[in-house]
């Protein structure tokens, strides 16, 4: 497996490299660390704006070689660069040149705003990058329960078999979770027709929930041999908000999603409900999306 690990020095980026340490990662995997630099653009050079860069990317090398000396443990081959450009455009780039199986980066970098879980970078490089991609929030853990979001979407199996391709533990706590939407009718139906109205979308919802009960079903199937600890459910409520509750309540050490569900347009590479995750989930975020075959 080819992980590409993007750092800036910040606390977050440094929650992200332990949390990678401890990451069960297949035999032989290559990480790539990166940091890019953005400078402003000068009419001209002089020398005190050519020492300023020259700090600036003294500053970054020290990041990469610290990041490599924290993950140098685990034995695999491991590369640093540091490039120059706007960190989401040159994360973005390097994953598809360097052919990444998953990116790794921190939720928010050195600009960060304290208000929000998210940044900009993170947030840019989940919707653009073309392979899975971890975002780091909240303190590294190792990692011992795990929440997937399932909708029996292509993307939502693609996210369960790509962490399955990870050597877990077999004793790693899984929970499936499949979120039925309520149906809402129109408060303006007439009186006379509300409780049938209501009778039938009950009906509607319980065949959604049905359909989902066999989505985990098969999901469960494909666990088998690998994972002992395996529970699901099929709450109602709003996906995203479901699923980020349900990790806060279960103390989940990860949460992983598919980019898009099954109302996803093929010309985006994020879903609504997996950024909403990603912007809202406390804890690590796993999104997972198909190669772009671009």
């Known amino acids: 497996m080819r992980i ?3 750092t800036d020095g910040s606390r977050d980026a440094a929650a992200a490299t332990a949390f990678l340490r401890e990451l069960p990662l297949p035999a032989f995997s290559k990480i790539l660390i990166v940091t890019a630099v953005s400078f402003p653009t000068f009419a001209f050079e002089p020398p005190p704006v050519r020492e300023f860069k020259g700090s600036v990317l003294e500053d970054a090398r020290r990041v990469v070689d610290e990041a490599r000396a924290t993950l140098a443990p685990r034995g695999f081959d491991i590369e640093t660069d540091v490039v120059i450009g706007k960190p989401q455009h040159e994360i973005s780039r390097i994953a598809g ?3 990444a199986d998953l990116v790794v ?6 600009g960060r705003i304290r ?5 900009s970078v993170s947030l840019a490089v989940a919707r653009h990058v073309s392979c899975p991609v971890l975002v780091v929030k909240g303190l590294p853990r190792k ?8 909708d029996g979407s292509e993307d939502s199996f693609q996210a369960l078999r790509f962490l399955l391709s990870l050597p877990l533990a ?8 499949s979120v ?9 139906a007439p009186g006379a027709v509300r409780a049938h109205l209501a009778r039938m979308l009950k009906e509607i919802e319980n065949e959604r929930r049905g359909e989902l009960e066999k989505v985990l079903e098969k999901a469960t199937a494909e666990l088998e041999g690998s994972l002992t600890r395996v529970t699901r459910s099929t709450p109602t409520g709003n996906p995203a908000d479901v699923i980020v509750a349900a990790a806060t309540a279960h103390d989940a050490d990860l949460v992983v999603v598919g980019a898009r569900g099954l109302g996803g347009m093929t010309r985006l590479l994020l879903g609504s409900v997996s950024e909403k995750v ?11 999306k198909e190669r772009s075959q671009d």
Do not use: D
Not at 105 to 110: N, Q, S
Not at 115 to 119: A, D, I, T
Not at 180 to 188: G, H, M, N
Not at 278 to 288: D, F, H, W
């Open 97 to 99: 040149e360097w052919n």
């Open 115 to 119: 208000l929000f879980l998210l940044g």
């Open 180 to 188: 039925v939407e309520p149906i809402r009718y129109p408060t303006s």
């Open 143 to 150: 990692l011992g329960s795990i929440l997937v979001g399932m």
């Open 105 to 110: 980066l921190g939720a928010r970098g050195l």
């Open 170 to 177: 077999r004793q790693t706590k899984l929970r499936l979770l």
């Open 278 to 288: 990603l912007g809202y989930a406390r804890c690590p975020v796993l999104i997972v």
């Open 4 to 6: 590409l690990l993007a």
